[in-house]
């Protein structure tokens, strides 16, 4: 079987550090601005704390990439292009970008520099890849998550670079993050400003026995005492429609592969992306620790299910659209 790399989330250099201690193979992390899709207080890397990570993981035998997988700012690109130019002079070991301006940049002006293309470019056939690919040179794609293993196995068989799936972690069900629902609310997209339902809009309101979570004036779901709350974002409200109360979009639930391991790995996936740079250390390190368990046994011809109920959202996990049975 053909070995997977396991590529965890950092958003901050403790987080980096636990990842790697707990057999990352990659790390990846962004900026503190709005050049990454996880642009909140208190996370994310200055320049001198990448180059800090850079050396503990190169020490470790672990592998560092840099998200800048916003949409620049038309007229407004230079803290891209700057976050692009550090990537290239600190020897990340890759960068992840969406942006086709961007893309084009980082290929014309670093040639040497490796390039992923983001979930955000919603790459999600052989023939939009190869594009990249002959553009841009591109190395690897993270395929969206609609995608299932016989439509992975397909587009494997017909290009020629590496594939990255999501494994573990929250569903974003709005095009792979490109989503504008809760800009309509909050005034920040994660589009370009790199936030969906940002902290500051999110309130917790006790109503008698219930809690309400409320984005910016708008409630978005109400939890009775015996239901897990989940955060709160318009994708994963609860609404009343016809009569009926029920997840529109998408209910609070986690994404887990560990069950269908061999299955990727024999559709030719290259790496698997644990979702959660807004995450704990300790939710980290539970989760890489279990991956790299599972991950190690499906290696050996062995199938090893781990549940992690308690890190999921709403206490659930699922295998998404990977086996789905629709057409």
């Not at 900026?31 to 020490?59: K, W």
């Not at 609310?185 to 008698?208: D, R």
């Not at 309400?212 to 708008?218: G, P, R, S």
Request: charged share 20%.
């Amino acid at each position: 079987m053909k070995k997977l790399e396991l590529v965890c989330p950092a958003g901050t250099p403790a987080a980096l550090r636990v990842a790697v201690d707990s057999g990352a193979d990659a790390v990846y992390m962004g900026f503190r601005d709005e050049t990454n899709a996880r642009n909140f207080p208190g996370l994310n890397f200055s320049v001198a704390e990448l180059e800090e990570a850079l050396a503990y993981a190169h020490q470790r035998k672990a592998k560092v990439l840099l998200a800048v997988n916003t949409y620049a700012t038309a007229g407004h690109n230079e803290p891209w292009i700057k976050a692009i130019d550090n990537a290239a002079k600190l020897n990340v070991d890759a960068i992840i970008l969406a942006d086709i301006g961007l893309l084009d940049y980082a290929h014309s002006n670093h040639p040497n520099l490796r390039l992923h293309l983001s979930v955000q470019a919603s790459a999600s056939n052989a023939a939009a890849i190869n594009y990249y690919v002959k553009e841009f040179g591109i190395r690897r794609v993270v395929l969206p998550r609609v995608l299932s293993v016989s439509e992975i196995r397909s587009i494997n068989q017909k290009i020629a670079i590496e594939t990255e799936v999501f494994a573990f972690g929250g569903m974003c069900p709005m095009a792979e993050g490109r989503c504008s629902l809760s800009s309509y609310i909050t005034g920040k997209s994660p589009n370009m400003n790199g936030v969906c339902s940002p902290a500051s809009h999110v309130s917790y309101i006790k109503q008698g026995q219930d809690l309400k979570t409320n984005l910016a004036d708008f409630t978005i779901n109400k939890f009775r005492p015996h239901e897990q709350a989940g955060y709160p974002t318009l994708c994963k409200g609860r609404f009343q429609t016809g009569g009926e109360l029920g997840y529109l979009f998408e209910e609070p639930t986690s994404l887990n592969v560990t069950r269908i391991l061999p299955e990727l790995i024999e559709a030719g996936v290259s790496a698997l992306k644990i979702e959660g740079r807004q995450r704990s250390k300790a939710y980290v390190r539970e989760v890489v620790q279990n991956f790299r368990t599972a991950i190690d046994a499906a290696e050996r011809g062995e199938r090893l299910v781990i549940e992690m109920d308690n890190l999921s959202e709403g206490g659930q996990n699922t295998t998404g659209a990977y086996n789905k049975k629709w057409t």
